[in-house]
C-alpha cells in the first residue's frame, strides 16, 4: 500500500472524480473542481464546543463523529442523534428528524434505491432493549417515516440497510449477540418482511455483497473468530467460508470481482491481534490483509477501538479513501492509498 496524501480530516464521508466530503469534528468540507466549501453543524452545549477543540476530548466524548450521505447533489447529515438536511445550490441546513435512541449510524450504512428512496436504521447502545426503528424518506430526506420497528427485546440496534438490486429488495443487519443478530429481507414498502438467519452471530454483519446467485457477508463478531459467509439465494444455506483476525465493519466494492474490508480491534476473544487489518479479494473467496494499523495504547472502553473505515463513491485501486481511528500514528486521520 503506498500513501499518496495525508489530512486531518477525521472522516471522509464520499469521494468521486471530482467531488470530495469530509468532516473535522463539526464542520463539513464539500471540495468540488478544486473549490471547497465548509459548514458548520449546530452545537448548542457550550462544554462540548471547548472540548471539540482537542483530539482526544473528541474522541472520549464521541464528538468527531457524524454521518454525512451525498444524495443528487444534496447532502444528508447525523450528528448527536439529529438528522439535518443540507441544500447545496441555497446552503440552507433544515433539521428533519431527532433519533430516539442514538447518536450516530454506522458508516456507509444509509443507502438509497434507483428510484430514489432513502433508508438507515438507529444505531445506539440500546441496553433496555426498547424497539428500534428503520427510517425511510421518499423526497430526498428532507422528510422522514418510520417505515419499520423492531419490537423491545428483539435486537440491540441496526448496523445497516442495504439494497440489492438483483431483487429490488432492502437487506437490514441487525446485532449484537444471542438471537438478535438476523438479516431482514424486505420490500420496499416494508409490508413483505422476512427473516433470514438463527439470530447468532454468523448473522452478525455490518456490510453486505451482493452478486446474482450469492450474498456475501463478513462477520462481525469480537465474541466469536469472524468468517466471510457465502449465503445461496435458491437454497438459503450458509457456506463458511475464510476465518478473518478480527470483526468486520466495513466492505468497499472496486469492481464486480474486487473487494475492500476492514476489521477491527476490539475487545474479545475473536479478535486475534492487535492490529486494524485492510483486505483485499479479487475473487470473492480469498482475502488476504495488505496492511495492518496497530492499536494506540489509549484504552478501548473510553477512546475507541482500532477502525479502518472507506468513503462512499466509487473508486478505482490506484486511489482509494480510508480514515482511522484509535491507531497509532494515524488517529483522526484520512489517508488516500494506491493499492494497485
Given at each position: 500500500m503506498k500513501i499518496i496524501q495525508q489530512s486531518n480530516r477525521e472522516i471522509i464521508h464520499f469521494a468521486e472524480q471530482d467531488t470530495l466530503i469530509s468532516s473535522r469534528y463539526r464542520t463539513i468540507f464539500i471540495k468540488t473542481d478544486e473549490k471547497e466549501v465548509s459548514f458548520k453543524?449546530?452545537?448548542?452545549?457550550?462544554?462540548?464546543?471547548?472540548?471539540?477543540?482537542?483530539?482526544?476530548?473528541?474522541?472520549?466524548?464521541?464528538?468527531?463523529?457524524?454521518?454525512?450521505?451525498?444524495?443528487?447533489?444534496?447532502?444528508?447529515?447525523?450528528?448527536q442523534g439529529v438528522v439535518y438536511h443540507y441544500n447545496s445550490s441555497t446552503k440552507a441546513l433544515k433539521e428533519t428528524?431527532?433519533?430516539?435512541?442514538?447518536?450516530?449510524?454506522m458508516h456507509q450504512s444509509i443507502n438509497s434505491t434507483p428510484e430514489g428512496y432513502i433508508y438507515f436504521g438507529e444505531y445506539g447502545a440500546n441496553n433496555e432493549r426498547t424497539t428500534v426503528p428503520v427510517y425511510r424518506s421518499i423526497d430526498g430526506g428532507l422528510s422522514w417515516k418510520e417505515i419499520y420497528t423492531f419490537p423491545e427485546k428483539s435486537i440491540k440496534h441496526v448496523h445497516g440497510c442495504y439494497y440489492d438490486e438483483y431483487t429490488d429488495k432492502i437487506w437490514v443487519c441487525t446485532g449484537d449477540f444471542k438471537d438478535e443478530s438476523w438479516l431482514l429481507v424486505a420490500n420496499k414498502d416494508f409490508t413483505e418482511v422476512k427473516k433470514i438467519g438463527d439470530g447468532q452471530q454468523k448473522y452478525r454483519t455490518c456490510s453486505i455483497i451482493f452478486t446474482k446467485e450469492k450474498v456475501h457477508w463478513l462477520m462481525d463478531s469480537p465474541i466469536e473468530p469472524s468468517h466471510h459467509i457465502i449465503f445461496d439465494r435458491k437454497t438459503e444455506t450458509i457456506k463458511i467460508g475464510q476465518k478473518l483476525m478480527g470483526p468486520a465493519w466495513y466492505t468497499k466494492k472496486i469492481d464486480d470481482t474486487t473487494y475492500l474490508a476492514t476489521t477491527t480491534r476490539e475487545i474479545g476473544p475473536g479478535v486475534l491481534d492487535n492490529n486494524a487489518h485492510l483486505y483485499i479479494t479479487k475473487d470473492l473467496k480469498n482475502w488476504v490483509s495488505i496492511k495492518q494499523f496497530e492499536k494506540d495504547n489509549w484504552t478501548m472502553k473510553y477512546f475507541k477501538f482500532g477502525i479502518i473505515g472507506f468513503a462512499d463513491g466509487k473508486q478505482s485501486l490506484d486511489a482509494v479513501h480510508i480514515f482511522l481511528e484509535a491507531v497509532k500514528k494515524y488517529d483522526g486521520k484520512a489517508l488516500l492509498c494506491d493499492l494497485s
Open positions: 453543524l449546530p452545537e448548542k452545549n457550550f462544554f462540548k464546543r471547548v472540548f471539540g477543540l482537542f483530539r482526544i476530548t473528541r474522541r472520549l466524548l464521541r464528538l468527531d463523529k457524524c454521518n454525512v450521505f451525498y444524495h443528487k447533489n444534496n447532502l444528508i447529515l447525523i450528528r428528524l431527532k433519533l430516539r435512541n442514538c447518536r450516530n449510524v
